[in-house]
């Protein structure tokens, strides 16, 4: 059966992103020098305001507007922000269901981890390509002062049988000055920053592969003039691409203490665990926690006819090998270092750089 899946990546420039990567650099400011902190600092932003508010009780002495600016400026913006704050500690309720003899999760909550033997990865072709293609942009783009942060990528994958046979359609918009002309952009950003990333999926490479390049024919105005941003919006790109499910809340700002984000990271250190251990070829693992208990509410595990044992031999391993309390969690993916603005921008999943990527020794 075919069926065509499309994934999204957007760049640092996009004013979701960037309220993102400012989040979680001010969640790595906290943890460089208390890493018990308990941080959900978040941003919004809209022309050259920036509203900085949350929650943060920490041992850390934050500037906050100095390390917003200090993003904006890397990014591109050569404007003055005005940075408008309003932060509190965490409300004490929740801080005495979270800190106790043993640590336990910080909300209820239910987060979901992926993973598939169709890249070397683990991850769907069409997300993984998708933030190829931004991270190569992003590096072409510091190099040419013509063009800009803003940009987004969407690649379509097309499937035969469950397996992944050619790249469908490619669209890219990227801002630019008004200087370059549309079939300029068109050509360079094909040439230089898509097919070196394509090149390196020969196997799905092909002649009908569509490319749409800047398809509004102009995109001079951009990131937060051009639109808004706030924490959080982009869930599924910072995910699986659509595939697989998505949980109920988004992870950067948040230490680890909060399970949407330290939840979600080890159900896909489970998942691909049970790939790359060759139980199955595709594996999502669901969980689910209440606030101020240690142990998940649910477990389960789905791999869509793809096991090669029995489910509940599947689930055994798990059972046998995981520990899904939060405190182990934490310890286990060592989540208490300032990690975190380097997840911020082109996925969460997918680069072995962080510890939920691991393969564990059974």
Not at 266 to 276: G, I
């Amino acid at each position: 059966m075919k069926r065509i899946v499309t994934s999204e990546s957007v760049n640092i420039g996009h004013p979701d992103k960037t309220c993102d990567v400012i989040a979680d650099a001010f969640l790595d400011e906290a943890l460089k020098f208390d890493p018990e902190s308990q941080m959900a600092v978040e941003c919004a932003i809209k022309n050259d305001k920036l509203f900085v508010y949350g929650e943060a009780t920490t041992k850390a002495k934050i500037d906050y507007d100095k390390i917003a600016r200090k993003i904006l400026r890397d990014i591109g913006y050569k404007d003055q922000f005005q940075i408008i704050k309003e932060i509190s500690e965490q409300s004490p309720d929740i801080n005495q269901a979270v800190v106790k003899k043993h640590l336990c999760a910080n909300d209820q909550g239910m987060m979901f981890g992926y993973a598939t033997n169709e890249t070397a990865e683990c991850m769907p072709t069409s997300i993984l390509v998708a933030h190829k293609i931004m991270k190569k942009y992003d590096d072409f783009r510091r190099q040419h002062t013509d063009f800009f942060a803003d940009a987004k990528c969407q690649v379509s994958v097309e499937y035969d049988n469950k397996k992944p046979v050619k790249f469908s359609t490619i669209v890219a918009s990227v801002s630019h000055s008004e200087n370059l002309s549309h079939d300029f952009i068109e050509q360079i950003i094909i040439q230089n920053v898509v097919m070196p990333v394509l090149e390196e999926y020969p196997h799905l490479l092909s002649k009908n592969t569509k490319f749409i390049i800047n398809p509004s024919g102009k995109f001079t105005v951009w990131g937060s003039f051009s639109d808004s941003g706030c924490v959080g919006r982009k869930i599924v790109v910072d995910t699986y691409g659509g595939v697989g499910h998505v949980g109920g809340g988004c992870f950067s700002s948040k230490n680890a203490t909060k399970v949407d984000r330290s939840g979600a990271y080890y159900a896909r250190f489970v998942a691909k665990n049970v790939v790359m251990h060759n139980l199955a070829d595709e594996c999502e693992v669901q969980f689910s926690y209440a606030i101020g208990m240690e142990q998940p509410v649910t477990i389960s595990v789905d791999c869509f006819g793809t096991n090669k044992l029995p489910i509940n031999e599947i689930e055994k391993f798990i059972k046998n090998n995981f520990d899904f309390r939060l405190e182990n969690i934490i310890k286990e993916l060592d989540l208490k270092k300032p990690i975190y603005k380097k997840t911020a921008c082109f996925g969460h999943f997918g680069r072995n750089q962080f510890s939920w990527e691991k393969i564990k020794k059974i």
